[in-house]
């Protein structure tokens, strides 16, 4: 059975942040996953994450300005340091949180700037990143995300996440499958997980259209979830998906699976 992980910047959002953690818990997951921890402190996301007996699974390096609408900022070469910077940020958390695994987001790609530029600046930074996590035992991964959501996103296939990974050269480096971005980019599921299994860290799910819950769209996810256990995946499958009306109200998708 997979192991599911709640995405608590989607999941559960009728609650203040620190209220999902125990929320969570009680739909029975056992892993969490959200954007960002940053804004809160890694001492109280840690007695959340102990008093619900729930592993952190994965968050994100620092991104820039979400809010004025930066996706990240590893493709910009005028913003390096600001990336660099965020590094040793991600990793005091990831410490505290006993958080093994992160994730870097590419970004849009500035105006300006070339495809060529942009990719010499992610492989740089990646290698950055990858070396400094390494040496603190955590490790780093990349997604390919749909332009229909986030238009200009440097990243978005599989093969071109797997011709970064390979560019980048580090063990400590490898793929975000999000199961929703590659249905809309690119489609056969199945077979695309399978081969890049061995590059496969970590597993996003949500339906297509819409973006809801397994079950909302046109996904075959009984077929597919059933899948990952057959060909041996270990990972973690992270929830990050907009529930159609509650949260509590859109699990019963996961009772084939407990």
């Not at 495809?115 to 390494?134: D, G, I, M, P």
Request: aromatic fraction near 10%.
């Amino acid at each position: 059975m997979p192991k599911f992980a709640a995405n608590l910047s989607m999941l559960f959002t009728e609650l203040d942040f620190m209220a999902r953690f125990s929320a969570a818990s009680d739909a029975g997951f056992h892993g969490v996953e959200y954007l960002f921890p940053y804004a809160e402190s890694a001492n109280d996301i840690k007695h959340q994450l102990d008093k619900n007996h729930l592993e952190q699974v994965l968050f994100n390096l620092p991104a820039g300005h979400w809010d004025a609408g930066d996706r990240g900022v590893a493709v910009d070469p005028s913003r390096i340091a600001e990336f660099r910077e965020g590094v040793p940020t991600a990793i005091e958390y990831a410490k505290v949180l006993g958080c093994k695994q992160v994730n870097c987001l590419a970004g849009i790609v500035p105006d300006g700037v070339t495809t060529e530029q942009a990719q010499a600046t992610f492989v740089s930074n990646l290698r950055f990143a990858a070396h400094a996590l390494e040496k603190e035992g955590i490790s780093l991964v990349i997604e390919a995300i749909n332009t229909r959501d986030i238009p200009g996103f440097f990243l978005t296939t599989t093969a071109q996440a797997n011709a970064i990974i390979e560019e980048v050269g580090s063990d400590n480096l490898n793929l975000q499958y999000d199961i929703y971005h590659m249905q809309i980019m690119e489609g056969d599921l199945a077979p695309t997980i399978q081969k890049n299994l061995g590059q496969i860290a970590h597993i996003q799910l949500a339906d297509n259209p819409g973006r809801h819950e397994p079950g909302t769209g046109e996904i075959n996810y009984t077929y597919l979830l059933n899948y990952l256990d057959d060909i041996g995946y270990q990972g973690w499958v992270g929830c990050e998906y907009k529930p159609q009306t509650t949260t509590q109200a859109g699990l019963n998708w996961l009772n084939e699976y407990r």
